[in-house]
Each structure stands twice: as C-alpha cells, then as structure tokens.
Nanobody, 124 residues
C-alpha cells in the first residue's frame, strides 16, 4: 500500500503564506492524480487542488483559485502546495491524497491513499 507523508503546516497570520509538501512512494506517485484536500471542524472534507501525472491537468477549488499553487516534482515523488494570502477560512487539517483521476468534482471517496494530515491555522 502506498504512503504519503505531509509536512509544512503551522500557524500563520492572515495574509501570510505557507508551503505544504507531500512525499509519496514511487509506486503511489508515478501515475496518480496527486492533490490536497482539507477539512475544517464540523465541515466536510473538500478538494483544494489536484495535479495530474507529469503535471498535466491542474484543478483548484473555487475558494483558493488565484491564491494557491500546486506543483509536483517527479524526481523526489513530491507534491507541493504553495498557499498565499491566507485567511481564517483556510484553517483546517490538510490531507495529501492520491487518486486514480483528477476532476474538479472529485469525491473524497475516490481517493485511494491519504496522508496523515497537517494542521494549518490562520489567525485573523
């Protein structure tokens, strides 16, 4: 079974930036749609950003468009999420995910592998 290990979460003031990283096993990373979901307390898990194999096909949730950037580095089996202009609404647990395909309407139920999550807290 694949493994995803996230890092880079933390606390930041509104308007600040954070960069999340997720290292995957080679088997998990190579042909997968990689991405990030987040979940705030009392809310459903939502798609934040997805990137297809080879970086072809990038999708963002509406609430993060223009502020977040997803990228992947094949040499290190790593996917990144650069988060700028953070607001309190971005607070939540961020999960790295590997899915068989990318779509703006992808359900969390489609995800095959989840990371353990990294907390992002934005104070206003």
């Amino acid at each position: 079974q694949g493994q995803l290990v996230e890092s880079g979460g933390g606390s930041v003031q509104a308007g600040g930036s954070l960069r999340l990283s997720c290292v995957a096993s080679a088997h998990t990373f190579s042909d997968a749609c990689m991405g990030w979901f987040r979940q705030a307390p009392g809310k459903e898990r939502e798609m934040v950003a997805l990137i297809g194999p080879g970086g072809i096909g990038i999708y963002y949730g509406d609430s993060v468009k223009g502020r977040f950037t997803i990228s992947r580095e094949s040499a290190h089996n790593t996917v990144y999420l650069q988060m700028n202009s953070l607001t309190a609404d971005d607070t939540g647990m961020y999960y790295c995910a590997a899915a068989p395909w990318c779509s703006t309407t992808i359900s969390p139920n489609v995800v095959q592998t989840w990371g353990q999550g990294t907390q992002v807290t934005v104070s206003s």
